[in-house]
């Protein structure tokens, strides 16, 4: 069965630190990538996502993603983190073929202290 | 642009009574999906409409639990009769067209559902 992981349901860092959340998909064939963000009692927002073309996703408020097709991964990073990206981060996959729904993961929900 | 609207933003009824989630998508956009959020099954796609016709309702979980469009601005979800284990937050998202995936996916802010 098609799958989406995140491996972390955590991740804590200190303001200004890089972060990576991970993603991983169960599947190489044919597939549509995306990041959503949850803010705390808010719907989710699309930060990245990724179609076709360059494998390395440039978002919203700094992040960027890279979609690895050999490691079916589509880790989001974002260099220098603020207190302000404090919210739960979750991946999405839409493989080629299937109707128009999104498998989601489970979400992690990222930390940033001062 | 008002964004997906839901209503209510938080509900608490008593197990065995019904309950009704409301939607209001975003103008234009023509296929909606209904999403539960828990802690422990993370989200989940209930059901989705297009053009105000169900594709897939394989998500929802028991007969207990429908979902209508009637038309293109309205859709509910009904859950009759609730039970404890429907405690959980229903999101309602919108996007213009099923299958084109430069148009995002837009969320509502959510109804918090409490069944005590």
């Known amino acids: 069965a098609q799958s989406v992981t995140q491996l972390d349901s955590q991740v804590p860092v200190f303001e200004e630190a890089p972060v990576e959340l991970r993603c991983n998909y169960s599947?190489?064939?044919?597939?549509?990538l995306f990041w959503y963000v949850q803010y705390p009692n808010q719907g989710l927002q699309l930060l990245l996502k990724?179609?076709?073309?360059?494998?390395l996703v440039k978002g919203i408020n700094g992040f960027e993603a890279e979609f690895n097709k050999s490691q079916t991964s589509f880790h989001l990073r974002k260099p220098s983190v603020h207190i302000s990206d404090t919210a739960e981060y979750f991946c999405?996959?839409?493989?080629?073929?299937?109707?128009?729904?999104?498998?989601f993961g489970k979400g992690t929900k990222l930390s940033v202290k001062p | 642009d008002a964004g997906v609207i839901q209503s209510p933003r938080h509900e608490v009824t008593e197990m065995g009574q019904e309950v009704t989630l409301r939607c209001k998508p975003i103008?234009?956009?023509?296929?909606l999906f209904w999403y539960r959020q828990t802690m422990m099954r993370g989200l989940e796609l209930l059901i989705y409409?297009?053009?105000?016709?169900?594709?897939?309702d394989s998500g929802m979980p028991e007969d207990r639990f429908s979902a209508k469009m009637p038309n293109a601005s309205f859709s509910t979800l009904k859950i009759q009769p609730s039970e404890p284990r429907d405690s959980a937050v229903y999101f309602c998202?919108?996007?213009?067209?099923?299958?084109?995936?430069?148009?995002?996916?837009?969320f509502g802010n959510g109804t918090r559902l409490t069944v005590t």
């Open positions: 599947s190489s064939v044919s597939v549509y």
């Open positions: 999405a996959v839409k493989w080629g073929g299937s109707q128009g729904n999104l498998i």
């Open positions: 103008s234009g956009h023509n296929s």
């Open positions: 990724y179609l076709s073309g360059s494998t």
């Open positions: 998202a919108s996007r213009m067209g099923l299958r084109t995936y430069n148009s995002p996916l837009h």
């Open positions: 409409f297009n053009n105000n016709v169900p594709i897939d």
